[in-house]
């Protein structure tokens, strides 16, 4: 059974810009969640998605967006990036909200220049 | 606001030893996972904890939660080296939702 999917794995941008990063869950999870990890804030929760809807949101400006398609594959999107989103940016996945056990993908590492 | 709180923050240990990593979050929660991180990689998941008392173990890792005392301890009995990882403890803000609140993390170098 093939693992949480992120991509891509690593990525490069310039101030300014924008970006989308792509989560596939494990088949069968319908609860996908997503985190940024850096080494001043460490693990931060961004967005939390079950059957294509937005169930909780963290403390992130709304420059960092989210969705989840209908076969739970989930993208987020930073607008306007800045030297501070530079982060590794996991994705996790279960088969329901109230399940134990997250499924961590191996996350995509952005670098703001 | 839920704060999760870890120490120590860093922990270098010699192989054979017994230690433990303390994991101290600031209100009620029916969860609390623990997670470790090699260098570079993901989070793979260690144990969840369910309720007061709750004790798991894994090889040489046990982890145990005490909810009264808000409080949970990570084990390590007889270190090796291929443990030597970061450890984050981490839990439930929204009930029945995956809103973790991790800790800093405990980096754990443990020396032939």
């Known amino acids: 059974k093939a693992g949480v999917t992120q991509t891509p794995r690593y990525l490069i941008k310039t101030r300014g810009q924008q970006v989308t990063l792509s989560c596939s869950p494990i088949?069968?999870?319908?609860?996908v969640s997503w985190y940024q990890q850096t080494p001043g804030q460490g693990l931060q929760f961004l967005f939390e998605y079950f059957s294509e809807t937005q169930r909780n949101k963290g403390n992130f400006p709304g420059r960092f967006s989210g969705r989840q398609f209908s076969n739970s594959r989930s993208e987020m999107n930073v607008s306007t990036l800045e030297l501070g989103d530079s982060a590794l940016y996991l994705c996790?996945?279960?088969?329901?909200?109230?399940?134990?056990?997250?499924?961590f993908g191996s996350g995509t590492q952005l670098s703001v220049l | 606001e839920l704060k999760v709180e870890q120490n120590p923050l860093f922990l270098s240990m010699q192989e054979g030893k017994n230690y433990t990593i303390y994991c101290n979050y600031s209100?009620?929660?029916?969860?609390l996972y623990w997670y470790r991180q090699d260098p570079g990689k993901s989070l793979e998941s260690l144990f969840v904890?369910?309720?007061?008392?709750a004790v798991k173990q894994e090889g040489r890792l046990m982890a145990s939660l005490d909810t009264k005392a808000r409080l949970s301890t990570l084990h390590i009995t007889a270190a090796v080296h291929d443990l030597s990882a970061t450890y984050f403890c981490?839990?439930?803000?929204?009930?029945?939702?995956?809103?973790?609140?991790f800790g800093q993390g405990t980096r754990l170098t443990i020396n032939p």
């Open positions: 996790a996945s279960s088969n329901n909200p109230t399940n134990e056990k997250l499924f």
């Open positions: 981490a839990v439930d803000w929204v009930q029945g939702a995956q809103k973790l609140v």
């Open positions: 904890l369910l309720s007061n008392g």
């Open positions: 209100t009620t929660s029916d969860r």
């Open positions: 088949s069968g999870h319908r609860s």
